[in-house]
């Protein structure tokens, strides 16, 4: 054997007993692969002494981890972003999760001894696109409620504004929700969001300016007991609303746009049982639009006092359980299809 096949056996035997060499990018955490850079794409290793499908489906989660990571700083920096002037009773509380998991591509895999290696991206724009698409529909709807909300109120047609204001405000939290995974992803906010922000907080303003001249009537039908009235009108100002005493009959022309009778029905029963004195009431509420068809319903359900002998008693009992909780539920109730305020 020549020295120079000697030398090349060494030098082979060398290199097969050798360790691989990994690329940094499946261990060190600041580092990133050349084809896949951060600026364009959401990366995640993944690795498992079990098999190589466990490292991949970890190098997922690793990705999934990050977005969701990043949708906690983004739900607070959106809604700082979006509730400028916004007043309290409009906000609502805004939850975003990725569901898209199906977009994230393992596009590396390695292993050495036993151990195994998996390489997952999630491409930003690509996302973007696929996410703008899905919420597309709503934007469009949304943008068409707002605008006919605006025209509605500057008309002061107070069904057509309250129509399409709930509308556009039941899907305001998905649209919220989809801008904010948006920006997870990206890092960014979407073209389409700040166009969106204006139309939603000028809504918003003209929704608090309509509740701020909502005034509801509350009339008591029947003289009833206990303190029926006073319960329904600390509920109407427990919503954010105005009350007072008049009915639609008794306002002028030009304040019947933004007012609402509800009327208060007590009825009780009283009879004589076996086991004395009993007595029932229920309290029915309806509140009507002064102006539209806009109406809505509520109902304290019926509660019951009993006494062995003295029905003036029994009565007080079944009253007392008439509480300010009940009213102000079916008072909620009642408006919740006239207002928004009973939102």
Not at 4 to 32: D, I
Not at 83 to 95: D, L, P
Not at 268 to 292: D, K, P, Y
Request: aromatic share 4%.
């Amino acid at each position: 054997m020549t020295l120079r096949a000697v030398v090349l056996g060494c030098v082979l035997a060398a290199c097969a007993s050798a360790p691989l060499s990994f690329p940094a990018y499946y261990t060190a955490a600041n580092s990133e692969h050349p084809q896949y850079p951060q600026a364009r794409f959401i990366a995640g290793t993944g690795i498992s002494s079990v098999s190589a499908e466990d490292a991949g489906a970890r190098a997922k989660e690793n990705v999934l981890l990050q977005i969701s990571t990043r949708l906690e700083s983004e739900i607070s920096s959106f809604q700082l972003y979006t509730t400028k002037g916004e007043t309290a009773t409009s906000r609502v509380s805004v939850r975003s999760s990725f569901e898209r998991a199906d977009l994230i591509r393992l596009v590396d895999r390695a292993s050495q001894g036993g151990t195994f290696y998996a390489y997952a991206v999630l491409d930003r724009a690509a996302a973007d696109r696929e996410l703008a698409a899905a919420m597309s529909a709503d934007l469009t709807t949304f943008r068409a409620a707002a605008e006919s909300a605006a025209m509605a109120r500057a008309g002061q047609d107070t069904g057509a504004f309250e129509t399409a204001a709930t509308e556009a405000i039941r899907i305001r939290p998905r649209i919220d929700s989809a801008f904010i995974v948006r920006r997870a992803v990206t890092g960014q906010p979407a073209p389409e969001e700040p166009e969106y922000v204006s139309a939603r907080n000028q809504l918003l303003a003209t929704i608090e300016e309509a509740r701020g001249r909502r005034v509801i009537g509350v009339v008591l039908k029947n003289a009833g007991g206990g303190q029926l009235a006073d319960f329904a009108a600390s509920a109407v100002r427990r919503l954010g609303l105005r009350p007072d005493s008049a009915g639609c009959a008794a306002r002028e022309k030009k304040d019947l746009t933004d007012a609402t009778q509800l009327d208060v029905s007590p009825e009780e029963r009283c009879t004589e049982g076996s086991l004395g004195e009993r007595c029932e009431v229920v309290v029915r509420l309806t509140a009507q639009a002064c102006a539209g068809s806009l109406h809505g319903a509520g109902t304290i359900a019926t509660v019951r006092g009993v006494h062995p002998s003295d029905r003036e008693k029994a009565r007080r009992s079944a009253w007392d359980k008439v509480t300010a909780q009940a009213v102000e539920a079916a008072v909620r109730d009642a408006l919740k299809g006239t207002v928004l305020g009973g939102e």
